[in-house]
């Protein structure tokens, strides 16, 4: 099936031979494979996978949508490919992150710590060590 990665920047992959593309769904990670259902989904911060013939390729995005139907169309906010991701990136998402927790309002405090933490996880996930704020 054909998969579309896209970022606000550029596009960071177009490929036609996508097996299965498992996608960090705001409800749920979620798999999506020829013939799956049509879906739209918000991203939340996570690692999103293309499986190929060749192997897989992983990326760090930090939310956005994720079209399925005859393919799988991702627009994220932020994306790089993991090999691309370096200690100085991931530090600053989670301070990012970190800063946009602090000064969330009261009804918005639990989805800005949900937010830091995914953060947390993207770097532990990928191998780095983020500096963890205190969540």
């Keep these: ?29 979620l798999t999506a494979m020829a013939d799956h259902a049509p879906t739209i989904t918000s991203l939340r911060p996570g690692i999103l996978t293309v499986e ?4 897989e390729e992983s990326y760090a995005v930090t939310g956005g949508f994720a079209e399925i139907g005859a393919g799988v169309t991702v627009l994220a906010e932020r994306a790089l490919h993991v090999g691309d991701m370096t200690q100085a990136i991931i530090d600053d998402w989670v301070a990012e992150a970190h800063k946009a927790k602090t000064e ?24 780095l060590n983020p500096n963890q704020p205190n969540l």
């Design 1 to 29: 099936m054909q998969f579309e990665l896209v970022s606000p920047e550029r596009r960071l992959a177009s490929l036609d031979d996508a097996r299965a593309v498992r996608i960090p769904g705001a409800d749920g990670d």
């Design 52 to 55: 190929t013939a060749s192997g």
């Design 104 to 127: 969330a309002p009261e009804d918005a405090a639990d989805a800005a710590a949900k937010l830091l933490a995914d953060m947390v996880a993207i770097g532990g996930h990928i191998g």
